[in-house]
């Protein structure tokens, strides 16, 4: 991941709405997700496009990781002896690759349907993940850290985001990492996101997302730094129609992908 484009924060993030510690959560948005729980690992169903955007996400994640700790990347763990923590983890489609390759995985969710998927899932995988029916705001009262904290399609989700970048760094140990991803708030992210992914492919519910709640690069970089992190480095993904499969590539107008890191004492 060397051809990483950085985006520095062009403008000050939006002053955060919320006090530390408040529970920043959208219950709709949470109610929605719970609707839909049973479909998680339908590779074929509503979270489809998840499944399909998972082995770039998961490219992007272990490089990040490995290289900002050190780790052996040619072995068959090379996540092994890291805590990570996934932030709204829903049910469990990138804490289960985690674990895998060898990290000690936290999943939260704040819909306890969510997680019980979750759980049944990797009890039958034969995955040992600590599935919370919890949020981030708790674990971070609780005094809880971990080496990466990670928060995909999760951003564009909450109501502060701000608060909620806030929050997640809170729960990076110093000296770790923490990794997000987004949509960008272009118009070509509302004729590709919404539009065409919702109304037109069906490949995800109508309503899924709002356009007014993606996050430029610029805007999640100030977010970043107001946070106390550092170095972000930005990664977008674009789908191929002719391979039918999404890769990781420089244009970040739509999708893309975040990893910074938080000083060591």
Same mark, same amino acid.
């Given at each position: 991941m060397t051809d990483h484009a950085e985006h520095p924060p062009s403008k000050p993030p939006k002053p955060s709405i919320r006090e530390p510690g408040e529970r920043n959560v959208d219950a709709a948005e949470v109610a929605r997700f719970q609707r839909l729980a049973k479909a998680w690992w339908d590779p074929t169903g509503d979270f489809r496009p998840l499944h399909q955007i998972g082995p770039a996400r998961l490219t992007f994640? %272990?490089?990040?990781?490995?290289?900002?700790? #050190?780790?052996?990347?040619?072995? %068959?763990?090379?996540? !092994?002896?890291?805590?990570a923590l996934d932030?709204?983890?829903?049910?469990?489609?990138?804490?289960? /690759?985690?674990?895998?390759?060898?990290?000690?995985?936290?999943?939260?969710?704040?819909? @306890?349907?969510?997680?019980?998927?979750? %759980?049944?899932?990797?009890?039958?995988q034969g995955l040992d993940i600590d599935y919370r029916a919890t949020t981030a705001e708790s674990l971070l009262a609780a005094g809880e850290t971990?080496?990466? &904290?990670?928060?995909? @399609?999760? &951003? @564009?989700?909450?109501?502060? &985001?701000?608060?909620?970048?806030?929050?997640? #760094?809170?729960?990076?140990? /110093?000296?770790?990492?923490?990794?997000? $991803?987004?949509?960008?708030?272009?118009? !070509?992210?509302? #004729?590709?996101?919404?539009?065409?992914? @919702?109304?037109?492919l069906g490949w995800l519910p109508r309503g899924t997302h709002q356009w007014d709640r993606f996050v430029t690069p610029d805007e999640l970089a100030g977010?970043?730094?107001? #946070?106390?992190? $550092? $170095?972000?480095?930005?990664?977008?993904? &674009?789908? $191929?129609?002719?391979?039918?499969?999404?890769?990781?590539a420089d244009d970040t107008d739509v999708n893309y992908l975040v990893a910074a890191e938080k000083p060591a004492k």
């Amino acid at each position: 991941m060397t051809d990483h484009a950085e985006h520095p924060p062009s403008k000050p993030p939006k002053p955060s709405i919320r006090e530390p510690g408040e529970r920043n959560v959208d219950a709709a948005e949470v109610a929605r997700f719970q609707r839909l729980a049973k479909a998680w690992w339908d590779p074929t169903g509503d979270f489809r496009p998840l499944h399909q955007i998972g082995p770039a996400r998961l490219t992007f994640i %272990r490089d990040a990781l490995t290289r900002h700790f #050190a780790t052996d990347t040619g072995g %068959r763990y090379p996540l !092994k002896g890291l805590t990570a923590l996934d932030v709204g983890c829903g049910g469990g489609l990138m804490s289960e /690759p985690l674990a895998r390759l060898g990290a000690r995985v936290t999943g939260i969710d704040p819909g @306890e349907e969510n997680v019980a998927i979750a %759980r049944d899932h990797a009890s039958a995988q034969g995955l040992d993940i600590d599935y919370r029916a919890t949020t981030a705001e708790s674990l971070l009262a609780a005094g809880e850290t971990f080496d990466a &904290v990670l928060a995909l @399609e999760v &951003v @564009e989700h909450v109501p502060d &985001v701000g608060a909620f970048v806030r929050t997640c #760094a809170g729960l990076v140990r /110093p000296g770790g990492i923490i990794v997000l $991803s987004t949509l960008n708030r272009t118009a !070509k992210s509302y #004729a590709l996101a919404i539009v065409a992914a @919702e109304y037109v492919l069906g490949w995800l519910p109508r309503g899924t997302h709002q356009w007014d709640r993606f996050v430029t690069p610029d805007e999640l970089a100030g977010h970043l730094a107001a #946070a106390g992190l $550092s $170095s972000p480095r930005f990664r977008g993904m &674009v789908y $191929s129609p002719f391979r039918d499969d999404w890769s990781l590539a420089d244009d970040t107008d739509v999708n893309y992908l975040v990893a910074a890191e938080k000083p060591a004492k």
